[in-house]
């Protein structure tokens, strides 16, 4: 596959690197972005495949379920610490070089925790796993973020989508692993192997971004500017009422409601799957209504699942309410990187502001329902989830950065008109599911 350097002008030419909105081909342009589609969608595999057989490593380490909530706990630790190595990594050796080992340590990471015989074990692996993946994370959306600019059009909610459509992948190949009663430790190791090859394959094709001689390296951690916080209060919103409904709609369906629990765990899968729909469909909404009016009717159809959620009085109006919650919050993470990026003269610091929050929210969510529902009732849990989901429709002009200029859609760029450096690839990360 030709590399995106290669259309690049000749002082990029000599010196084999990608400079920040250097011209370059629809035809190949289109290409990279399959690439980079590629990328987040083994990305997105990694974590189904792991998610099947969270059980099967429970039993392996003779932990109570206490236990593993402390150590599912250790993924995120590991990579809010690790994501501002990302962009010193990248500066050093060039976002395509660092994206490919970054994602390959991502991917070899799976088999860690089937290998862990005991508490501590699973918490050290756990952590890695995280790191591995907070970094990868960085880097692909450093990249999915510049794409979007040199393309002038929305496309990271389509990434987001195949990050999605990755993780059906990986949950479904598991599952079918788990009913035939498979070692995890020899379907981790294998899903590793062919997902480590799937994303050195993709990394060739993304965009080679570097920064110039002179420029420093990005520092190891910095205040997020005070643009952050609002936008990042956006995806705060978002992220809790994803990871809630990802990890309590089943529980929900069937302890308020008294479904069976086939019909509940189908709820989980119902969710997941609209909210890949939803990012896949997304960028057109985007480009079409903008990101401001997109968020605002998100936010309205994530609050009326709420409240659908909170009111129903059988499965099938639950599960519409999920559903509803899943179409409403799925394209906003996207939607607020992209706004961090587009904010003020620090987009790195901004986006890592924006990927902090967002982390911390989809650490919160999944014990802060819990003591809620313990202290009143998973009812009441989700009134709070619902509150949230209106802070959609009331936050959602602080996205507003993320619109182009009218005047300036379709216009060239200038060689400096982009914001993917290196030392702008700070921190991007996906969502959690």
């Known amino acids: ?67 593993l909530g402390l150590a599912l706990a250790f993924p995120a630790i590991g990579a809010s610490v690790a994501m501002p190595l990302a962009g010193r990594i990248s500066h050093r050796f060039g976002v395509r070089t660092a994206l490919r080992g970054l994602l390959a340590l991502w991917t070899l990471s799976l088999v860690l925790p089937a290998f862990s015989p005991h508490l501590v074990a699973l918490c050290g692996a756990l952590f890695v796993y995280g790191a591995t993946a907070g970094m990868a994370d960085v880097a692909m959306n450093a990249v999915g973020v510049e794409l979007e600019k040199r393309l002038d059009r929305s ?69 997020p500017p005070k643009s952050a916080l609002a936008i990042g209060a956006v995806g705060f919103c978002a992220v809790f009422a994803e990871g809630a409904s990802l990890d309590w709609s089943a ?33 057109a909404v985007v480009d079409r209504f903008g990101p401001v009016r997109t968020v605002r ?70 014990s802060a329902m819990g003591s809620i529902a313990d202290a009143t009732s998973l009812t009441v849990s989700f009134g709070v989830v619902t509150a949230l989901t209106l802070g959609l429709v009331l936050g959602a002009g602080v996205l507003r950065s993320a619109q182009p200029e009218p005047a300036r859609r379709g216009a060239p760029q200038s060689a400096g008109a982009g914001a993917g450096t290196a030392a702008d690839t700070g921190a991007a990360v996906a969502d959690r599911p």
């Not at 081909?25 to 974590?47: I, K, N, Q």
């Not at 059980?55 to 392996?60: L, M, R």
């Not at 906003?332 to 502001?353: D, E, K, N, T, Y």
């Open 1 to 67: 596959m030709e590399s995106a350097s290669d259309s690049a002008g000749d002082t990029a030419r000599h010196r084999g690197t990608e400079p920040p909105g250097s011209p370059a081909s629809p035809h190949l342009l289109g290409r990279v972005r399959l690439a980079v589609a590629a990328v987040f969608a083994v990305h997105g595999a990694v974590t189904g495949s792991f998610a099947t057989r969270v059980p099967w490593i429970q039993d392996h380490a003779g932990i109570s379920a206490g236990q």
């Open 155 to 223: 496309i990271l909610s389509g990434l987001h989508g195949m990050w999605s459509v990755g993780a059906l992948a990986g949950s479904a190949a598991g599952t079918v692993a788990a009913h035939a009663e498979l070692d995890a430790r020899a379907h981790l190791s294998a899903a590793a192997a062919v997902l480590t090859l799937l994303g050195l394959a993709a990394c060739q094709g993304v965009l080679d971004l570097r920064g110039e001689p002179e420029e420093h390296p990005p520092p190891h951690f910095a205040l």
């Open 251 to 283: 529980v929900y369906l069937r302890d308020a409601i008294g479904t069976s629990a086939g019909l509940a765990a189908a709820s989980t899968t119902a969710f997941a799957c609209t909210m890949a729909v939803a990012r896949l469909v997304g960028d």
């Open 297 to 366: 009717a998100g936010g309205v159809c994530a609050t009326a699942g709420g409240v659908l959620v909170v009111a129903a009085a059988n499965p099938a109006m639950a599960m519409a309410g999920f559903a509803l919650l899943g179409v409403g919050v799925a394209v906003v993470v996207p939607l607020a990187f992209a706004a961090a990026g587009r904010s003020g003269p620090a987009p790195s610091q901004a986006i890592a502001g924006v990927a902090t929050i967002t982390y911390a929210s989809g650490l919160i969510a999944p």
